[in-house]
């Protein structure tokens, strides 16, 4: 994106962007996923190795304290009910039952566990996707100040997006900016309908500020 040329349709192209620091730009850009994307690409890829899943050990250590109930420490009429509950035929025997009703407890104990880690395994996934969310927001948060700061030292290009956020430019022009200055540039041009011709060439943008530019 070292040279950078933007005409005929340039503005009516582009979708709307709102104005720098605002509510609905840091929701708009936290849903567009395009905030610096090749560093949270890396991020990413390093939390993921951080934090993988849990191996089978691991996760059943989480509820290793956790055993089905032991049949054979119920009173007979307290087996009998258990039984009855569960469809079961009690044959008078107490052993012989207990072990019946034994096979049922752990049953339905394993498909407890297996509840249970799924619901750990949704839990982990949500609270790696908001700390995912959250990072990405400080990181927006950084780059939309640092575009402000940019812009409040450049009085060219100050003037430039005020009248670019009024529509009251020339058709064509060509603008001198950096990389942090065209992010701005950017933002004010989502909602312009004045300019449709923009020649940013020469300017040694980066390759995120020119896909800024030409979203």
Known sequence: AAA?????????????????????TLEEELE????????HAVDEVEEEE??????????????????????MMLRMEDLITEMERRGLHPKGFFSDDAKELQKEFDKEHESELERMK???????????KKAQLHKKRLQLEKQLREEQEAVAQDEDME??????????????????????????????????????CLDLSRNKLS?????????
Request: hydrophobic share 35%; proline share 4%; aromatic share 6%.
């Open 32 to 39: 567009s996923g395009d905030v610096l994307e090749f560093v």
């Open 207 to 215: 390759d995120f500020a020119g896909a800024q530019l030409g979203r």
């Open 159 to 196: 003037t430039w997006i005020e009248q670019i956020r009024i529509n009251e430019t020339w058709p064509t022009a060509r603008i001198r900016a950096n990389s942090v200055t065209a992010r701005a540039l950017a933002k004010a041009l989502w909602d312009n309908s004045s300019l449709t």
């Open 4 to 24: 950078v040329r933007c005409c005929s349709s340039f503005a009516s192209n582009i979708k709307r962007m709102p104005s720098l620091l605002s509510s609905e």
């Open 118 to 128: 799924e619901d750990r395994r949704e839990q982990r996934k949500q609270e790696k």
């Open 50 to 71: 951080e934090q993988g899943p849990l191996s089978s050990e691991q996760e059943a250590s989480l509820f290793s304290d956790l055993k089905p109930m032991d049949a």
